[in-house]
């Protein structure tokens, strides 16, 4: 017959095995738990990772001109071609005036972006400003403002370059702009212009 000091020692070996087996047990739920908190930090990160890649795709397709299936850099559209076949010549003498053009008013589309570009010569032109000879628009706004892109042209005398500028039109743009060319502020001498053409590019 077994004594009490026995059984309470087998008893004590059995609840020391279960301890241990339940405190593993423990352990591994622990590690279970940590491995599934990994799992979701990376899931989320790959996600994010993966919007990264679309919207650098879509900025790369943008500027190859690659979206929904349209060939890379479709070609500009002509909106408007003057002066292919002849040469235009505009002369400021008096200083004390105030400019020397030749202007044309066109409508462009809203939210469009066009290409203005031309060759243009000089002679003599000299004046206080760095850039006398105007070519460029006068788009008034529906807010009363006016903008006035333009291309940087000089002064001075120079042989036949081409020039141009780039101008995205404002939604709150009225219809029709005035395009110019010319002399403008204190200077005089003579320009020429030829193969004048405005591209819509986008």
């Known amino acids: 017959m077994k004594t009490p000091h026995l059984f ?25 738990a940590e491995q599934e908190r990994k799992n979701i930090l990376l899931k989320k990160e790959n996600t994010l ?37 002849k040469v235009l010549e505009k002369e400021k003498k008096d200083q004390l005036k105030d400019g020397c053009f030749k202007s044309w008013r066109r409508d462009l589309k809203r939210g469009k972006t066009y290409r203005f570009s031309a060759e243009i010569k000089a002679e003599n032109v000299v004046g206080t400003l760095s850039n006398p000879i105007k070519f460029g628009l006068m788009q008034p706004l529906e807010s009363g403002k006016v903008q006035w892109p333009s291309a940087f042209v000089g002064k001075g005398t120079f ?44």
């Open 159 to 202: 042989d036949w370059k081409k020039v141009s500028f780039t101008y995205a039109v404002p939604v709150d743009a009225k219809a029709a702009y005035l395009l110019m060319l010319g002399i403008e502020g204190k200077a005089t001498g003579k320009i020429f212009l030829k193969n004048l053409l405005i591209e819509e590019i986008r």
């Open 8 to 32: 309470a020692a087998i008893l004590l070996m059995m609840l020391t095995a279960s301890a241990g087996v339940l405190e593993e047990n423990l352990h591994l739920k622990q590690k279970v």
């Open 49 to 85: 990772l993966e919007e990264k890649v679309k919207v650098l795709q879509e900025k790369a397709d943008c500027v190859e001109g690659r979206k929904s299936g349209l060939p890379t850099k479709s070609a500009p559209k002509t909106i408007t071609r003057l002066f292919f076949d």
